[in-house]
Each structure stands twice: as C-alpha cells, then as structure tokens.
C-alpha cells in the first residue's frame, strides 16, 4: 500500500510518537512466556508506578482505552449495583452505558456541552443514592474539551458513602497528574496513545487494594479482562494472555521518557501549550467550546466559525498543510474542530498548527486578524 507523507498529528489520540519510542519496537520478538519478556514486563510496571503515583503494581492489558474501561466496569460492578456517573458528554455517556450494560442502575449528573457537573450536583447524588456501588467519572471530557478539576473532592465524597471511586483519565493521565493513592481513586484507566505519546493498543490501569480484594473475593463473569487474573499473572511475571509484545517495548521507552522528563515538568508542559494554543485560537477569533474555568490543558476545542465546514477544513489542512486535527462527536460533529495537545507537544507544534489553521480559515472565507495571531505568537 502507498502511505501518504508524515502527518503532524493533533488528534486527541492518536498522538505523534517520537522516534525513539517507534524505533523501540522493531526489537525481535520473543516468547511472552520467558524471562525476557517477564524483564519488559516489571521494567514497564515498575514505570508506571510513577505515572499513577502509587506503590502498587499497575497493569498493562492489550486493549485500546475502551477495554481498559471495560475491565473497570465489570470487575466492579454487579446486577442491581447502584452507580453514579456524571457526565459531561459523549465519552461520559458511553462509560454509563457500560456500568448500565453490565446490570448496575446509573443515576447520571449531566451538563451542558462545554461545562462539567458541579462537584455540589455530584455530591448531592452520592449521598442520596442508597447502597451507592460506586461512583465512575471521566476525568476529562474529550468529546468537549473540558476537565473535572474536582477528582480528590470527589474522591473523598465516594469514600465517605463506602463507594468505589473509578476514573477513566484517558486522554489525561501524564498531562495532568491524578495521585491514585493518596487520592484515594480505586481504578484509574489510561491509554497508550494520549499524553504518554505511544501508539495505541495498551490500557493501563491501576488498582487499590479494596479494590483487588473485592475482584479478588468476586470474580468477575468475564475472562480476558479478569484483572483478579491479570494481577495474579503479573506477580508471577507475566501476562494471562498473549501481549502485543512490540507495543510493550514502545510502552516501556515512552514511560522511560516520562521518567526522564519529570511528571511535573510533563504536566507543566501540556499546560502551557494549551493555553498558547487557546489564546491562539482567541485571537482568531474563534468561539471556544469550553467554559473557562474548566478548560482542558490536553483537548482544545472550539467552535467553527460560521460558513467553515467541518469536513473541508480539515481536509485542506491535511492535504495542503500536512496537519490532522479531530472532529467533532456526537451531537457536536460538524460543528466543532479538536485538537490534541497532549505527549510529544511542543511550541511548534502548537505554533504551526495555529498558523495553519488561520491560513485556511482565510482561505475558506473567514477573515482572520493576522497581526493579532502573530502577537500571540511572539508574545
Ligand atoms: C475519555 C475517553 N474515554 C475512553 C476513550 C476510548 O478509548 P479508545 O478509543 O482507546 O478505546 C477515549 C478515546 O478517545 C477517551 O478520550
């Protein structure tokens, strides 16, 4: 097949993987059930101890961030279980539909597009729900953009009713820094391909102790992601199934770079280029999706500008400037436009794909204050 040049991606996954970690996986391959892999394996784990900030071993399945999500449902989660899930879009209301799927009662705090639940609505239906399960959240919004700044609060509410506390940071594990066990969050799930800037195929998840006692004592109806049996398997140095070996060796050099890089620093630096990014894309004039106060430092989102279409825009921008952006989802496709700062981001990136895109927003019939973009860019 004929591959088209290098895309600079800015999608809210999957993000540009560096060359180090890419390289990473052409190492040969080798049995999964040998000490080679079972070194790969504890060298990614004891990796990602940092990451998740816990003393436990987090696990490493092959499964995009959805069978991550999955695995934290039906581990936890019972028929009849009562859960609350606020949420706040569409990736919020897809992880309702799996704790509803797996026989739990969901009461769902929801928000307009564009904000979150207030930590108050939230707290509210955690202490009225009887025999409340568990509370699920995601952390970070990517269809809108948005972040709950309130995870610890939340945290503490779900502990206080005897709840477990579960929290899907797909696209924000690495950009932020959610503290698992001094917050107190029961299972927290990330993906490969969002701020650890490796490709996609892995979730990673990690598990309290109440909560591994309880798959422990109730195992799960499913198999392959048993994490009762995933945990079992990893004490003993390996996996239950056949990993995506060349996956785990990306794996392990991206957790390498973020070790080397600081997750603070990491965390600074997604930061700081979302908000050059957002006050690009202020002074262009562009509507943005989220409100302020809760403005996600790793998915930018906004509006387009009327007379811009979706489809259009963001194919010019591929074929003319190399540069991928994300769509809108849900009831928001069409639209809105997304754009992934998360990983490998830089003032570059950002930079270009500001300039871009105000060049083919012009092109397409919207004016852009040009001076105005570049005093944002040489501020
Ligand atoms: C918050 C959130 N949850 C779940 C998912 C699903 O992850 P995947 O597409 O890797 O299955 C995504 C993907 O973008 C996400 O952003």
């Not at 996986?25 to 892999?37: A, D, G, L, Y």
């Not at 917050?183 to 591994?212: E, R, Y």
């Not at 509507?287 to 259009?312: C, F, H, I, M």
Request: hydrophobic share 40%.
């Amino acid at each position: 097949m004929d591959y088209p040049p290098n895309k600079l991606l800015m999608l809210p996954g999957p993000t540009n993987v560096p060359d180090r970690v890419r390289h990473a996986m052409i190492r040969s391959m080798v049995n999964h059930r040998s000490e080679t892999f079972t070194r790969v394996l504890r060298s990614v784990t004891d990796k990602s101890r940092p990451l998740f900030q816990t003393e436990r071993d987090p696990l490493v399945l092959t499964a995009s961030g959805t069978g991550g999500v999955e695995a934290a449902v039906w581990n936890i989660v019972r028929p009849g279980d009562r859960v609350v899930v606020p949420v706040a879009g569409e990736f919020g209301s897809r992880l309702a539909e799996v704790i509803e799927l797996a026989g739990a009662e969901t009461t769902r705090v929801t928000s307009e597009p564009g904000t979150v639940p207030s930590l108050e609505s939230v707290e509210e239906a955690v202490r009225k729900v009887r025999g409340l399960k568990a509370v699920y959240v995601v952390h970070n919004e990517t269809s809108a953009g948005t972040n709950v700044p309130y995870i610890e609060r939340l945290a503490k509410a779900a502990a206080d009713a005897g709840a477990f506390f579960v929290v899907d940071a797909i696209s924000s594990l690495g950009g932020y820094a959610l503290p698992v066990d001094r917050w107190g969050i029961d299972i927290c799930v990330t993906g490969s391909q969002k701020c650890l800037a490796a490709p996609p195929g892995l979730a990673l998840l990690s598990v309290s102790k109440k909560a591994a006692d309880f798959i422990k004592g109730n195992p799960p109806r499913v198999r392959y992601f048993d994490l009762g049996r995933q945990i079992d398997f990893l004490a003993h140095g390996e996996t239950p199934f056949t990993p995506a070996i060349p996956l785990y060796y990306a794996l392990d050099e991206a957790l390498s770079w973020l070790i080397e890089e600081g997750l603070e620093v990491r965390v600074e630096r997604h930061a700081r280029h979302a908000k050059s990014l957002y006050s690009l894309l202020g002074a262009m004039g562009v509507r943005l999706l989220a409100d302020e106060r809760v403005r996600s430092n790793t998915v930018v989102a906004g509006y387009y500008p009327q007379g811009v279409d979706d489809k259009v825009f963001r194919q010019k921008l591929n074929d003319e400037q190399d540069i991928v952006i994300g769509a809108g989802v849900g009831n928001l496709k069409g639209k809105v436009f997304r754009v992934g700062c998360m990983g490998d981001i830089s003032a570059s990136h950002v930079n270009r794909t500001a300039a871009a895109m105000a060049l083919t927003f012009q092109k397409m019939g919207y004016p852009v204050d040009l001076k105005a973009v570049s005093a944002v860019l040489a501020s």
